[in-house]
């Protein structure tokens, strides 16, 4: 007996497939990728009862094993290919108790591939309420496969289900739903007996997919075409006998073992409420609303805990300066680790309440409704309905979002959404935007409840929005998409949020924030850091012998003395030789050369803006000005001027850059590896970077 078992979990979409991941491997999951490819892979580990420990596999959801999409083609190279190091030893397909015929469809083709199976029939409280009366025991024996009736959300008879699976893993095979054999007797025999095939209905799906599954060589796809033709092999027409013969067993094993209620007849909860939040017009103003309370709560609820983290950060560097001895690895510790550190840290609360919704909104079913709603304001722009959701999706992330545009079938509404997917406001903008509002934006409440920094924070992602509707209009002309895209999509039923889901969530994604994000910030403050400290031999002595004079001496109290020359210092570093390049051509957008490092160290991940912006004032500073980096930033002046850096007029000029620039290494890394091509990417960045030119230079003249 194996002392680790593969687990793949399989389930049409919206089946609770991924609840009930979380649900079986609580922290134990980690997010990576399948060999050779950018699909996510989520995996997990779960005790079972025989004391084996269970590596569980969430495969992504699909409705049957024809894939329509790159996604879907993952699940049945897992499936299919026994020397792969995902193979799994047991198959559980999740299964949505209230609508047994369209999710046992999946359920045949998997059982076909001869692959021990057991069936989480979820929903089962669902399908009560619906009047849903299933015989489990019948049905399992019709199938001849082990039936464990779940609530995944609930999470009940989860532990009978981890008992199923250690079972399965030893008992006989589930028996046949169709003659596979008989689709295509001749190709699938000579399939089976030349490429070592253990099961008749693998062979046939290598012959309708050989083409795209990357497990098998050059030379065995060639073969199976050439075999193909010696049988006069048609896949479509296989495809739909296939269908036709599944639908008929499974319409024949539902006849006898379920019986619809009259509860179904009624008018459903969900129904009812869908002609509200569904509306054509009330749909879109609660929407709004949604998003406007979402984003007052951001501001609202972090104040306090943000705060703490920066009163920390303040206390800890003057904690390091108070106790050890002055010197370069003090500096780097204070000035670039701590200081890098708080910029990373202090945007936790935030990060984690957006997701928190985010996963509440998934959770009740109503991120679908959303997109429902936004299908039809998508397509009078020219992009495909399926745009909406990587459009959604990249208010987290731009990276997964340009990914999930692999579900759209025409070639010209896909590159049209990934060209314009990175201009919506990813959760990496969220601590630019928050710092710069809290410089210049008055805390202060309209009406008693409507905070305005919440409003303004509102009004920079809906930019967004209408600056990728916009763009997708552009390109609608530049790429001529001709095609018409359709958009089919299940729409779930309401349902109450699972706490412990979302708690899950936030942490995940705080987690991928905090490591992520922060190993990149980090390691850039540390450059940072050096490149501020150090500069061109003679430069940095000439300031040093500058500010030991006795005239510039008298001229200065030993403070103002003091401010001045950390300033000349940083301005004659490494760092400074760099801003002080580009300052020529960010000065009209009403930047200074400190700003301009910013800029360029945020390529590697806008996030990078904070923890530069602390970094690089740590620097500037004395340790008697040991402050937050909002403070830092809020009493910058600029040498020239004497003037505050950052002005109303500035601020929003710099919000307006980071919302349109395609700062971000992994998006433009992602679009080539979609693409194939470098030729995407260049188009992208150019677009983006004189998109975000000309608008922060429009916003800062009108706002000085």
Request: proline share 4%.
């Amino acid at each position: 007996m194996k002392s680790e078992l593969k687990v793949a979990l399989v389930g049409n979409p919206n089946t609770g497939k991924s609840t009930l991941f979380n649900v079986l491997t609580g922290l134990n999951q980690k997010v990576g990728n399948f060999p050779g490819v950018t699909v996510d892979k989520k995996t997990g580990v779960c005790k079972l009862p025989d004391k084996r420990v269970a590596q569980i596999i969430d495969l992504p959801g699909t409705y049957s094993l024809y894939p329509k999409s790159k996604d879907e083609t993952i699940v049945f190279e897992v499936l299919a290919d026994r020397e792969s190091s995902s193979f799994p030893d047991v198959v559980v397909v999740v299964v949505d108790a209230t609508n047994l015929k369209r999710n046992l469809l999946l359920y045949t083709q998997v059982a076909d591939l001869k692959i021990p199976v057991v069936i989480a029939l979820n929903m089962m409280d669902l399908a009560s309420k619906s009047g849903i009366d299933i015989n489990v025991d019948a049905l399992s024996e019709k199938l001849g496969v082990q039936i464990i009736p779940i609530s995944a959300r609930q999470g009940s008879n989860v532990d009978r289900l981890k008992q199923a699976i250690a079972f399965t893993s030893i008992q006989p095979l589930q028996k046949d739903t169709i003659n596979v054999s008989d689709l295509a007797p001749g190709l699938i025999g000579k399939i089976r007996e030349e490429l070592f095939v253990d099961s008749p209905y693998a062979a046939l799906q290598m012959a309708h997919q050989h083409e795209n599954l990357r497990f098998l060589s050059a030379d065995k796809s060639d073969r199976i075409e050439d075999l193909e033709k010696e049988f006069s092999f048609h896949s479509d027409t296989s495809k739909a006998t296939e269908t036709i013969a599944r639908y008929n067993f499974i319409n024949e094993v539902l006849a006898e073992t379920v019986i619809a209620g009259p509860k179904q007849i009624k008018k459903s909860v969900t129904n009812r409420i869908d002609q509200v939040l569904t509306h054509k017009v009330w749909g879109f103003l609660i929407f709004f609303l949604l998003l406007f309370v979402i984003f007052q709560a951001i501001f609202a609820w972090s104040e306090v805990p943000m705060s703490l983290i920066e009163g920390a950060f303040v206390w800890l560097t003057t904690l390091v300066h108070e106790n050890l001895p002055a010197g370069v690895l003090t500096d780097l510790l204070s000035d670039g680790i701590i200081a890098g550190l708080s910029g990373v840290l202090v945007f936790i609360p935030q990060i984690a309440i957006l997701f928190a919704f985010i996963s509440v909104l998934e959770d009740t079913g109503y991120m679908a409704r959303v997109t429902f709603m936004m299908d039809k304001v998508m397509r009078k722009v020219g992009l495909n309905g399926k745009s909406v959701v990587p459009m959604i999706g990249s208010l987290a992330c731009a990276v997964p979002s340009i990914m999930s545009a692999r579900n759209i079938e025409s070639w010209k509404d896909r590159m049209i959404t990934i060209m314009v997917v990175p201009l919506i406001s990813c959760s990496a903008r969220l601590p630019v935007y928050t710092v710069l509002i809290s410089l210049v934006v008055p805390d202060k409440m309209i009406g008693g409840f409507l905070n305005m920094q919440g409003i303004v924070l509102m009004g920079m992602y809906l930019i967004s929005v209408v600056a990728a509707i916009l763009a997708a209009l552009a390109f609608k002309y530049i790429l001529k998409a001709k095609e018409r895209g359709y958009f089919i999509m299940e729409l779930p039923v309401y349902r109450m949020p699972r706490w412990d889901n979302v708690l899950l969530t936030m942490f995940e994604k705080v987690k991928t924030f905090v490591f992520e994000a922060g190993k990149v910030i980090i390691a850039i403050s540390i450059v940072l850091w050096a490149l501020s400290n150090y500069g061109p031999p003679g430069k940095r002595a000439e300031v040093e012998n500058k500010y030991q004079s006795p005239q510039v001496i008298s001229q200065y109290s030993p403070e103002e003395l003091e401010l001045h020359k950390s300033s000349e210092l940083l301005e004659s570093s490494y760092a400074g030789v760099v801003g002080k390049f580009i300052e020529p051509a960010i000065i009209p957008l009403g930047y200074d050369w400190k700003i301009g490092i910013a800029l360029i160290t945020s390529f590697a991940a806008r996030e990078v803006f904070v923890g530069t912006m602390a970094t690089i004032y740590s620097v500037s500073d004395d340790e008697a000005h040991i402050s937050s980096v909002t403070d830092k930033m809020r009493n910058a002046k600029n040498a020239v001027t004497g003037l505050p850096v950052f002005t109303l007029a500035s601020s929003f000029s710099l919000m307006i850059f980071y919302a349109f620039a395609m700062q971000c290494i992994s998006t433009i890394a992602i679009v080539y590896r979609e693409t194939k091509s470098w030729k995407w990417p260049l188009i992208q960045f150019t677009y983006m970077t004189v998109l975000a030119y000309v608008s922060s230079l429009v916003v800062y003249n009108i706002l000085k």
